[in-house]
DNA sequence: GCGGAAATGGAATAATTATTCCAAACAAGG
DNA sequence: CCTTGTTTGGAATAATTATTCCATTTCCGC
């Protein structure tokens, strides 16, 4: 271990400095420490050593060396600094958030803020008109087949590739067609298969054409689309829509990208119980 | 003293009536108590028996009198009630996922559900732990560059393509290091421009060998990572920190995507103006 | 003022919580 | 494979903090 100081950090700021610059090079029970301080460092001034070091997952004896390698004398010093810092209750969601805008219109922060109410917006939305069969048929014919594919092309890109992640990492074959190279993979859709296409107005050529593709091939086609009159949907044996509020120009993923986790999870588990 | 009931509130609103109900006609130590409570409620959560009771000019005794009056079984017992309401809404998602995992109540709509509520907190912590100093800078640093390159793989991926996505709709040279074909395009990085690295833990090692690689040539490194003691931090100017509800392998992305966006937008904006 | 009931303060004890220490496990280098 | 230095877990101890108890005081109606 190479760090010397050991001077104790007096504020919360001089506390983060000091995790950050020690946080280099840690042996393992340490870094726990470490990373899960630095997780919840608002529930310092709250917590019991014995808490806190069930939360990072090491013994209490761990968090106290880490203490001490902060500077403090023990655990006790370092709450104490968490303790008069204290301030009544966070300000709440409601209040950070109009703070956040306030903050020189067209700043960072208060951008910021709006996109982060356009999600929740959208998250919400998504809550109250996600169509149940819709999700349990794509569901069903997922978990029936052979290797999913994927597309998603321009904004849908990053939902597309986050669904194949995490079919991957619930060992679930599938195959991102991303369209590198300019090929298009055709033949890789073989009988049996299932495609899986995500599209939002205004609907991506490509994306079309390899539902088309693959319909005619005889494959499921499950489309992830913002209505149900999109084009996607024709080629569709199951679409699911996602209603997603935009900020001016821009649109959040946040309800899509909640839904093609929920979707790739639902996958995986139905596909392992078979 | 007429007070009877000795239920103990369950919430900070019916430990506030239960205050107001038996506020009247007390003697003169268990008012000074009720007093001193009543506006120093939130600091119930971080102070002492003794604290408290100094605060409120009384012997400790009085305060456990007081403590038990309200119907706790002594002074611990309220103050947990504090502690716990401390950290809203958190104290269990792990196991809220876990019970869902293993009980399969209800199928790919519960599941959805929740991750809808784990993508509403985060988006929430987010709003409330922005650093929008750090965000400015990165902000500046980026406006003030030449092209931008983005690096993200596996989870932070998705994120990485959908900023550069925004980025170049907003007519920002932006490029994506993807790793396609095991190419580092080490020597894209030119002088003058700027990276923006994503990772979480466990931190890729490509992403932080690229940062490294962008620092050591005199990039400015902008991290989008999950703590300050990240590996990422010590190569980067700005550290954006991102809180995210995290299970196993499934990360929401709603708050990191919310973040990517404003950041792109805000980026978008510098430069246009320039 | 007197008797009885309620309230009070503080000292004694119990419980919890922090902290130290050391033997064992481990890793790095010869 | 052994040696040396570091890291680790847990049991032992110290310190703090909560809680109880009771002798003393205060209050109030008579």
């Known amino acids: 271990m190479q760090t010397s100081p050991a001077q104790a950090p007096a504020t919360v700021e001089a506390f983060r400095a000091r995790l950050a610059e020690i946080s280099g090079g840690l042996p393992k029970r340490l870094r726990q420490c470490a990373e899960h301080i630095a997780a919840n460092t608002d529930r310092i001034a709250v917590s019991t050593v014995a808490e806190l070091a069930a939360g990072a997952d090491v013994p209490p004896s761990a968090l106290m060396r880490f203490c001490q390698l902060m500077g403090f004398s023990g655990f006790s ?90 079919l991957d990492k619930m060992s679930v074959p599938a195959m991102l067609h991303d369209g590198v190279g300019k090929l298009d993979h055709r033949h890789a859709l073989r009988p049996g298969d299932a495609l899986i296409a995500i599209t939002f107005a205004p609907y991506s050529e490509e994306t079309l054409a390899i539902a088309a593709d693959a319909r005619a091939r005889g494959l499921s086609v499950v489309a992830l689309t913002d209505h149900l009159t999109s084009p996607l949907a024709a080629h569709a044996s199951a679409v699911i829509t ?19 986790l929920a979707l790739a999870v639902a996958v995986g588990t139905a596909r392992s119980d078979r």
């Open 242 to 260: 996602v209603p997603e509020v935009d900020f001016g120009a821009f649109r959040s993923l946040s309800a899509t990208i909640a839904l093609a």
């Open 77 to 166: 010093e370092m709450q104490k600094l968490f303790r008069e810092a204290y301030s009544p209750g966070w300000p709440d969601y409601a209040t950070r958030l109009e703070n956040l805008r306030k903050g020189q219109s067209g700043g960072p922060a208060a951008l910021l803020a709006e996109f982060i109410e356009a999600g929740r917006a959208s998250l919400e939305m998504l809550a109250r008109t996600t169509d149940e069969a819709a999700l349990s048929k794509a569901v069903s014919l997922l978990g029936a087949a052979g290797t999913l594919h994927v597309a998603g092309f321009r904004r849908a890109f990053p939902v597309a590739s986050y669904l194949t992640y995490v």
